[in-house]
């Protein structure tokens, strides 16, 4: 079976190596153009096109593959790359976390199919695993389904399970997902190659939308309850990384333990800040353990760490 792989993160990467060692031909991957990243501000490929690169596998990096863009030149480069498929001997598309929309000049061409990093319908869109640790949710998955016009709404494939543990992160349980979506994605093409495969429309009760994690919510209210802000750091590693204030600098806090004690002191108030106890804070209900932090410019350093760097006695997160 001849592959065309569409993928961008380290997410996709994973799936695209699986296909690649399983001995899948895959004549063209496409991914997103490089973009600048890291203090310099270099261009930077993506984990895909590295990957492609590495193993000599041929790399399109349309800014868009919709052909009625009103930008001319998303549109004379959707075109080459419709022009590209159109001239490619393939099968099926296989798409990983692409970023780019895929329209129905490209899903008429061959079939698509998608590996979604949730159970659909829960968290169609572009964070399910990010949205799914920041609402509580026991277990998510991996969904494997045919690709059509709307949101992640396709008949599925396949779908598997994984618990959300206690200490998942997004950086965490996003490797577990993405592992077990390139074994599925091997396991379901293999599938395709005996016989046709037969879909199950998704259900229609329990559809959400995982919305794209803006910069804006890594700022972390402590009026809420510990609870609700244990979720929200550990959904928001590795971004954008929650942050909270002391004394006007901005503090990233990357690990934190979720106490329910409530305090008489106000929100935000640092409780404790020493290596006994170690960052203890208020918060609207119950506490905080901050466990692991970093200060601009720094590392990322266990709370004991931290302190000695920059004390916190008496001071309040805000």
């Given at each position: 079976?001849?592959?065309?792989?569409?993928?961008?993160?380290?997410?996709?990467?994973?799936?695209?190596?699986?296909?690649?060692?399983?001995?899948?031909?895959?004549?063209?991957?496409?991914?997103?153009?490089?973009?600048?990243?890291?203090?310099?501000?270099?261009?930077?490929?993506?984990?895909?096109?590295?990957?492609?690169?590495?193993?000599?596998?041929?790399?399109?990096?349309?800014?868009?593959?919709?052909?009625?863009?009103?930008?001319?030149?998303?549109?004379?480069?959707?075109?080459?790359?419709?022009?590209?498929?159109?001239?490619?001997?393939?099968?099926?598309?296989?798409?990983?976390?692409?970023?780019?929309?895929?329209?129905?000049?490209?899903?008429?061409?061959?079939?698509?199919?998608?590996?979604?990093?949730s159970l659909l319908p829960r968290w169609r869109g572009a964070a399910?695993?990010?949205?799914?640790?920041?609402?509580?949710?026991?277990?998510?998955?991996?969904?494997?389904?045919?690709?059509?016009?709307?949101?992640?709404?396709?008949?599925?494939?396949?779908?598997?399970?994984?618990?959300?543990?206690?200490?998942?992160?997004?950086?965490?349980?996003?490797?577990?997902?993405?592992?077990?979506?390139?074994?599925?994605?091997?396991?379901?093409?293999?599938?395709?190659?005996?016989?046709?495969?037969?879909?199950?429309?998704?259900?229609?009760?329990?559809?959400?939308?995982?919305?794209?994690?803006?910069?804006?919510?890594?700022?972390?209210?402590?009026?809420?309850?510990?609870?609700?802000?244990?979720?929200?750091?550990?959904?928001?590693?590795?971004?954008?990384?929650?942050?909270?204030?002391?004394?006007?600098?901005?503090?990233?806090?990357?690990?934190?333990?979720?106490?329910?004690?409530?305090?008489?002191?106000?929100?935000?108030?640092?409780?404790?800040?020493?290596?006994?106890?170690?960052?203890?804070?208020?918060?609207?209900?119950?506490?905080?353990?901050?466990?692991?932090?970093?200060?601009?410019?720094?590392?990322?350093?266990?709370?004991?760490?931290?302190?000695?760097?920059?004390?916190?006695?008496?001071?309040?997160?805000?």
């Amino acid at each position: 079976m001849k592959v065309i792989f569409a993928g961008t993160p380290e997410f996709a990467a994973t799936a695209l190596k699986d296909l690649h060692e399983a001995g899948f031909e895959i004549p063209l991957v496409l991914t997103q153009p490089d973009r600048p990243a890291g203090r310099g501000m270099q261009l930077h490929a993506s984990s895909v096109k590295q990957y492609a690169l590495q193993h000599g596998i041929e790399v399109l990096q349309p800014l868009s593959l919709r052909m009625d863009s009103r930008d001319p030149q998303r549109a004379a480069e959707a075109q080459a790359a419709h022009q590209r498929l159109l001239a490619t001997d393939y099968d099926v598309m296989v798409v990983a976390a692409y970023g780019l929309i895929l329209p129905r000049s490209t899903l008429d061409i061959r079939p698509c199919i998608n590996i979604h990093g949730s159970l659909l319908p829960r968290w169609r869109g572009a964070a399910p695993i990010h949205r799914a640790i920041e609402a509580g949710d026991d277990e998510t998955g991996v969904t494997i389904m045919q690709m059509e016009e709307g949101l992640d709404t396709g008949p599925m494939l396949a779908i598997e399970r994984v618990v959300i543990e206690a200490g998942d992160s997004t950086a965490s349980l996003h490797d577990k997902l993405a592992a077990l979506g390139g074994r599925m994605i091997v396991d379901t093409l293999r599938k395709m190659e005996q016989a046709p495969l037969q879909a199950t429309p998704q259900p229609e009760a329990g559809v959400t939308y995982a919305a794209k994690i803006a910069k804006e919510e890594a700022a972390l209210d402590f009026s809420q309850g510990a609870l609700e802000l244990g979720l929200k750091i550990r959904a928001f590693n590795p971004f954008p990384g929650a942050c909270g204030q002391v004394d006007g600098v901005p503090i990233k806090i990357w690990a934190a333990e979720v106490l329910e004690a409530d305090s008489p002191q106000p929100a935000g108030q640092v409780l404790a800040a020493d290596a006994q106890h170690g960052i203890v804070v208020a918060c609207g209900s119950g506490a905080l353990r901050l466990t692991q932090l970093q200060k601009p410019g720094g590392k990322r350093l266990p709370a004991v760490e931290f302190i000695k760097g920059f004390p916190l006695d008496g001071k309040r997160f805000v």
